[in-house]
């Protein structure tokens, strides 16, 4: 059984979604925990739904932009400050944005998914990181997304930004499994998010639930994610079992990423 006994995980994006989901299997497992989102009614709705699950849980919330690198040095110095270290961290705030052709794609929507996706995670891993050396260990995952892997078309940022944070995911296993910090990432398909609901708005409008049902019909599980799922991937990937994965892409995605 995973235990989180005292250990401290660090969540971005935690108001909601994978975060939340994320949060919620952690805490169960005695986790102390930081959310972080800029959504502060969604990260107040966040810790009532970790204190209904586990009531003794320890919860700090912190309504920050992941884009502004200053307000990602205040989150993390909070998080040591208050509660001295920092064990995990689910590197995980992320956006879809428009959905369009690549000459048609806007270069201010280019800019704003890559700023949230890519340089949001560079921000967070690079201050976490400075922890993490610091004392020794530490576990790091990043959301990616089957979109990191390869293509979906209609997204040229999310593309970009996803394929990014699978390169840095790599490239910093590589520099800092030597000091005994593991770091990977996950890639999610199709799970049933709010972000997953919006995309699917984008393209049906009202019918957003048949073109749904159409879009999983190819996957060989014949379904959507559930958030709880991979928050439980989460869980074990931030956890002391799994200190030998590093540098490593965790798809999951019912396995559509691997059918021809």
């Given at each position: ?13 935690g108001g909601s979604g994978l975060g939340r989901a994320a949060a919620l299997a ?98 967070g891993m690079k201050y976490v990181l400075k922890v993490m050396k610091k004392q ?125």
């Open positions: 059984m995973i235990d989180f006994t005292d250990k401290v995980i660090l969540i971005t994006g952690i805490a169960k497992q005695g986790a102390k925990l930081v959310l972080v989102d800029m959504n502060k009614e969604a990260l107040e709705e966040s810790k009532t739904e970790i204190l209904e699950a586990a009531q003794n849980a320890a919860v700090e919330l912190v309504e920050a932009n992941v884009t502004n690198e200053e307000e990602v040095q205040k989150y993390v110095q909070f998080t040591v400050d208050t509660f001295g270290k920092i064990d995990g961290f689910f590197n995980n705030a992320g956006i879809e944005g428009k959905q369009n052709l690549t000459e048609d794609y806007g270069s201010d929507e280019f800019q704003k998914v890559i700023s949230v996706n890519l340089n949001g995670v560079f921000y020794g260990y530490g576990s790091i995952v990043n959301t990616a997304s089957v979109g990191g892997i390869r293509g979906v078309g209609n997204q040229s940022g999310y593309a970009a930004s996803k394929h990014g944070v699978v390169g840095l995911t790599r490239n910093s296993g590589i520099e800092y499994g030597q000091y005994g910090i593991s770091i990977n990432a996950i890639a999610p398909g199709a799970i049933m998010t709010p972000m997953v609901e919006g995309s699917l708005k984008q393209m049906a409008g009202d019918n957003w639930e048949a073109a749904g049902q159409e879009f999983v019909s190819v996957n060989p599980m014949k379904r959507f994610g559930k958030p709880e799922e991979v928050g439980n991937l989460v869980a074990f990937l931030l956890s002391d079992s799994s200190r030998f994965i590093n540098a490593t892409v965790v798809n999951i995605d019912g396995g559509q990423s691997y059918k021809y």
